[in-house]
T-cell receptor
């Protein structure tokens, strides 16, 4: 079993839809949770970062962490075609540089 | 412009022919890392470096070497490439915390 599970998609939604992207994990020691966005033929870029449980909002994006269920989510409101990308969740226990574990990524397509 | 650069971007080679993929960052970052990205497996760390002359293995170091002689450069060396090293490779750098990683554009390597 992988430490971090993420549905690869693809997920196809119409413009303006609310998108929910999710990851589950097995290591209860994870405390740092990140979402990266990766456009085609580009490197990943950090989108959101949260520490421990709770919600964090940044514009149209909301990250949620439920440590009791070992489940994290990224919500995208009013999705745009420019949001079409692969979204990778990543986690760490100590925050140490050598401990970042990535999910496989979910491919999202937002069509006009 | 702050960036991580990698060269070459695309490389096709044959089994056993030594190669080097270069990585350079202009942000004066302490930490640098190499990842490989494979379908369904996400990003997996190969090696990382916390500073000049300080390197350590990640999750999948077999068949790879690295060196960090200058702060800005972190080359990845494949001394005897094999077909199972066909992958998309990313270099990343970070000032300190693990979640602030900046990724390069990627190097697509094919070993025949």
């Amino acid at each position: 079993q992988k430490e971090v599970e993420q549905d690869p998609g693809p997920l196809s939604v119409p413009e303006g839809a609310i998108v929910s992207l999710n990851c589950t994990y097995s290591n209860s020691a994870f405390q740092y949770f990140m979402w990266y966005r990766q456009y085609s033929r580009k490197g990943p870029e950090l989108l959101m970062y949260t520490y421990s449980s709770g919600n964090k909002e940044d514009g149209r994006f909301t990250a949620q962490v439920d440590k009791s269920s070992k489940y994290i989510s990224l919500f995208i409101r009013d999705s745009q075609p420019s949001d079409s990308a692969t979204y990778l969740c990543a986690m760490s226990d100590t925050g140490g540089y050598n401990k970042l574990i990535f999910g496989a990524g979910t491919r999202l397509a937002v069509h006009p | 412009e702050a960036q991580v650069t990698q060269n070459p971007r695309y490389l096709i080679t044959v089994t056993g022919k030594k190669l080097t993929v270069t990585c350079s960052q202009n942000m004066n970052h302490e930490y640098m890392s190499w990842y490989r990205q494979d379908p369904g497996l996400g990003l997996r760390q190969i090696y990382y470096s916390m500073n000049v002359e300080v390197t350590d293995k990640g999750d999948v170091p077999e068949g790879y070497k690295v060196s960090r002689k200058e702060k800005r450069n972190f080359p990845l060396i494949l001394e005897s490439p094999s077909p199972n090293q066909t992958s998309l490779y990313f270099c990343a750098s970070s000032l300190s915390a693990v979640y602030e990683q900046y990724f390069g554009p990627g190097t697509r390597l094919t070993v025949t």
